[in-house]
């Protein structure tokens, strides 16, 4: 008889595998990324079975909330939703399938033989107050560098999103091409 | 969460690693290719998540590291599509094949 968390945790894991496989094996795309969605929101309830509440919360307001709308977006202003997606060749599928199946055996292979058997330990979480002041903190062990460095790099992207997607002139996209 | 092993959790990850580049391999609309490369960064944070929570519960170092890798994801994502909205404005198309000016 497993104990409840053990089956929470399979019943999860089995949501998250089984939605991600069809939001990669989909034909419409607006689907697909309907099950992403789902697949995240998947990943965020590992995190919170794994009782590090601060990284599901955050999975799902940046994942879920974020990308997950940024990629539906996109998807209707580049009209794929209407249209399915062409099947590939049978070669191609073959030979994906091949190098999927034999790169996940392998690895498990290389997990097996070193064991990882630790079971997790009763011991209490690192709580919200703590990350949040190492996050700020310049003493050995804190992230003030990369917190800043994280902070200059979302400026320079949305510098970079407002430089690509800016419509051009006409006089300009003469010269693009087409 | 004493019953499962750390293992079990790693192998839910690389599976969800590698249907992500069964997604890489398969598709070839640019939309969904960033889809599963989403898939495949969040196998990686579970790692990482996993490792932290198993190994070292009292340190913080995981979820900071899941959390840059979450950060830079999303504003990768956001860089990604503007890029693609921009090709479907130069090509009408999102299909990788039909951007091939750069090819040979």
């Not at chain 1, 419409?28 to 919170?48: D, K, N, T």
């Not at chain 2, 979450?70 to 990788?96: G, K």
Request: charged share 10%; proline share 2%.
């Amino acid at each position: 008889m497993m104990p409840a968390s053990a089956i929470a945790f399979y019943l999860i894991a089995a949501f998250l595998l089984i939605t991600a496989l069809l939001s990669v094996t989909g034909r419409q795309i607006f689907r697909s990324a309907i099950w992403l969605l789902f697949s995240l929101l998947g990943v965020a309830a590992i995190y919170f079975w794994l009782e590090l509440n601060l990284l599901a919360a955050v999975q799902i307001v940046v994942y879920v909330g974020g990308i997950v709308v940024l990629i539906i977006f996109s998807v209707f202003l580049t009209r794929g939703s209407v249209q399915e997606l062409p099947t590939l060749k049978k070669s191609r599928h073959f030979f994906a399938l091949l190098a999927v199946i034999s790169g996940f055996l392998f690895t498990v292979w290389c997990l097996w033989l070193y064991g990882y058997r630790q079971k997790a330990t009763d011991a209490v979480v690192a709580d919200i107050r703590t990350v949040g002041k190492q996050m700020l903190s310049i003493e050995a062990g804190g992230y003030a560098l990369p917190f800043e460095m994280v902070s200059i790099l979302l400026l320079a992207s949305m510098v970079a999103c407002i430089a690509i997607a800016m419509k051009l002139p006409d006089s300009k996209t003469t010269n693009t091409l087409k | 969460m004493q019953h499962v092993p750390l293992l079990h959790i790693l192998i839910v990850s690389t599976a969800l690693f590698f249907i992500g580049m069964y997604g890489m391999f398969t598709r070839r609309n640019l939309i969904t290719i960033l889809m599963s490369l989403e898939l495949m960064l969040n196998s990686v944070n579970i790692n990482l998540a996993a490792f932290q929570r198993y190994l070292y519960p009292q340190q913080t170092d995981g979820i900071f590291l899941s959390l840059f890798i979450i950060i830079i994801a999303a504003a990768e994502a956001a860089i990604a599509i503007a890029i693609i909205i921009h090709l479907y404005r130069t090509y009408h198309s999102v299909d990788v094949e039909d951007a091939s000016e750069l090819k040979y």
